[in-house]
């Protein structure tokens, strides 16, 4: 029935664009477009033609392309994509109803692509089966797979408790800085008072070794951290353009 | 009958990951599930009959299409484990200590840990318990028959 209908909007020889019928017809239910028996539809074609004294090309072509949009639309809906794909190695894969800017596509026949495209969509999980031939199957795994597994994590366990014990080596008690009972409000607000007068000086970015006292990794850690806090209330931004490379600071608030 | 189990068989070959009675039911078309219950065992035996290099499996509920145990080792090259190599170092190192929490898988297997325990606990490899603030994880009855060991039997 479905065929019979586009069949007929198709050979109209009025003004009315099939185009605008076939889409017409599928919004309105009355066909459903992934039930249209193409063989059917070449053989309408070819008994009409048998019919006309003399070959009207107009028709023909009308007819090939409908078939195209048909074929092409049901192809997608059954998700054959991939297996026309596989019969065509050396080509290059064909792109999904893509328009070139230049090129006119009449607005209907672009509407029923765009329809068809909504459609499939929708009924996408319905479909959770998608009949493809090829497919890579996973296989089971193996006991001696799952103990050569082992031996590796165990291995991985070993070095990173070796690291471990190096580093915890090295540590020495009296030496851990504290940096949470260090950090105190007043060491922010003392900190956020010296950059304020150095740019009220320069008016230009800080570098932040000119805010250091003695320039060891302590008072570096200890300048830092208060650097942080204040970057992180909104009241500096920190550049470094490179790891290691110099730091600068920007005033963001200028003087509160 | 055999149209109905040959739907089944084909709905099994398409999905590697193996499907529920439900969803063999839903796109066979057929509703009695007493009826796919009896044709899956049919078909069960059908495969194990026929000395295939294929059998029909059901675990955890699910019916797969799988090859059998004793040709893994001729497909071991073509075909993809269905376990990653780094899940399963996490999954035997957990198997290894048989009860773990999992700060010390992540601490010892890196961040990535949590992703692999997700994955395993899912597939049902792994199950998860309160521990404190941490969770305890131990291997399962499913990863103990998939690996055919016994839980008494130490894996190192």
């Not at chain 1, 070993?158 to 409000?185: D, G, T, W, Y």
């Not at chain 2, 893994?72 to 170092?89: C, D, F, G, H, Y």
């Not at chain 2, 957990?94 to 597939?123: M, P, T, W």
């Amino acid at each position: 029935m479905g065929t019979k209908k586009i069949y007929d909007a198709i050979f109209s020889e009025n003004n009315i664009k099939w185009q605008s019928i076939i889409y017409e017809l599928i919004r309105s239910k009355k066909v459903d477009p992934w039930d249209i028996d193409l063989s059917k539809f070449s053989e309408e074609y070819m008994s009409t033609i048998s019919k006309l004294k003399s070959l009207n090309f107009r028709i023909s072509g009308k007819v090939v392309l409908a078939a195209a949009l048909m074929l092409k639309i049901k192809t997608n809906h059954l998700g054959l994509d991939d297996f026309i794909l596989l019969t065509n190695d050396d080509e290059e894969p064909i792109e999904e109803f893509e328009y070139d800017e230049d090129v006119y596509i009449d607005p209907d026949e672009k509407r029923i692509l765009n329809l068809a495209r909504h459609i499939r969509h929708n009924t996408k999980n319905k479909y959770l089966i998608e009949p493809r031939t090829v497919r890579p199957r996973q296989r089971k795994v193996t006991v001696i797979e799952l103990m050569s597994a082992l031996k590796k994590a165990i291995e991985v366990d070993k070095r990173r408790e070796q690291k471990r014990v190096a580093v915890e080596k090295n540590i020495i008690p009296e030496e851990i800085f504290e940096a949470k009972n260090n950090l105190l409000p007043e060491q922010i607000e003392t900190l956020n008072k010296k950059i304020l007068e150095l740019f009220e000086k320069t008016k230009a970015k800080i570098l932040f070794d000119h805010l250091l006292e003695k320039g060891d990794e302590v008072d570096r850690v200890q300048t830092f951290l208060p650097i942080l806090h204040l970057a992180n209330n909104g009241k500096l931004s920190i550049h470094q353009e490179r790891p290691f490379e110099k730091i600068y600071l920007e005033v963001l608030n200028g003087r509160d | 009958m055999e149209g109905i189990k040959g739907q089944i068989e084909a709905l099994l070959h398409c999905r590697p990951k193996g499907l529920t009675l439900e969803e063999i039911s839903n796109h066979a078309g057929v509703s009695s599930k007493g009826l796919l219950k009896k044709l899956l065992n049919e078909l069960q035996e059908d495969y194990s009959k026929r000395a295939s290099g294929l059998n029909i499996i059901n675990q955890d509920s699910i019916w797969k299409m799988s090859v059998k145990d004793e040709h893994i080792e001729t497909i071991q090259e073509i075909a993809r484990p269905e376990i990653s190599k780094a899940v399963l170092e996490t999954l035997a190192y957990i198997a290894h200590k048989k009860s773990i929490r999992q700060a010390d898988v992540v601490r010892i297997r890196s961040n990535k840990a949590y992703g692999h325990i997700k994955e395993l606990i899912e597939n049902g490899f792994l199950e998860s318990k309160k521990d404190g603030a941490s969770k305890k994880l131990c291997p399962t009855r499913k990863f103990y028959e998939y690996f055919k060991l016994t839980e008494d039997q130490p894996l190192e």
